[in-house]
């Protein structure tokens, strides 16, 4: 299984552009990459998901380079109520196991007034 | 629809005892799962069920049993809690057609 790295946490202002890297050098040809995002006390919740190149969805967008060892999570014009865990995932599709996918710590975005 | 729903939302147990976490959905979606929070932590997958009849192993099994004898419901049994399985239990659903899973509110469990 593919693990990811991601950075702690990050802190950004009211209006700005976040843009969350994702690595993951041993991701394998039939993973794709998701990410969720907790609020607390909540269940995690599907943000975006891709195979390569870019995705937009009315929430945020997805970058995944060529050679698909990093991918970059972008949430444009933030809001304090972006504040939230977010979480880099790499696996199979569910149907070929990807229940098995690892939620790593996941990133701390902390948006300011 | 309701959607994914877990039940008790809190729970305190004695070390040793045995109780069972309920959840259930309505979308009638085949995967199912649970997964277990530490504070501070990202989710680790506990079990997970690909259909009615049909379970299996995550990260970190031990200590708990689960079945799945229809679609729509996914029990997690504790045995015998442990102070170590104080956490947060979320279930989850996704149709397998991707890695989109729909999460419950969450199961805050204390083993004192």
């Known amino acids: 299984l593919a693990k990811t790295t991601q950075p702690i946490s990050m802190d950004s202002y009211e209006g700005q552009e976040v843009n969350i890297t994702c690595s993951h050098n041993n991701i394998a040809t039939n993973d794709y990459i998701t990410w969720y995002q907790q609020f607390p006390s909540q269940g995690p919740r599907f943000i975006i998901q891709?195979?390569?190149t870019k995705v937009t969805n009315e929430v945020a967008s997805l970058f995944i380079p060529a050679d698909r060892k990093s991918s970059t999570l972008s949430l444009p014009r933030v809001s304090l109520s972006d504040t939230a865990v977010y979480y880099c995932l790499v696996g199979d599709d569910i149907a070929t196991g990807g229940f098995k996918t690892i939620f790593g710590a996941g990133t701390r975005l902390f948006v300011k007034a | 629809n309701a959607g994914v729903t877990q039940t008790p939302k809190f729970q305190v147990l004695k070390t040793g005892q045995s109780m069972t976490l309920q959840c259930a959905q309505d979308?009638?979606?085949?995967?199912m799962s649970w997964y277990r929070q530490d504070p501070g932590m990202g989710l680790r997958l506990i079990h997970y069920s690909v259909g009615a009849g049909i379970t299996d192993q995550g990260e970190v099994p031990n200590g708990y049993n689960v079945s799945r004898s229809t679609t729509e419901d996914f029990p997690l049994r504790l045995l015998s809690a442990a102070p170590s399985q104080t956490s947060v239990y979320f279930c989850?659903?996704?149709?397998?057609?991707?890695?989109?899973?729909?999460f419950g509110p969450g199961t805050r469990l204390t083993v004192l």
């Open positions: 891709g195979y390569k």
């Open positions: 979308m009638n979606h085949e995967y």
């Open positions: 989850a659903s996704g149709t397998g057609l991707n890695n989109e899973q729909f």
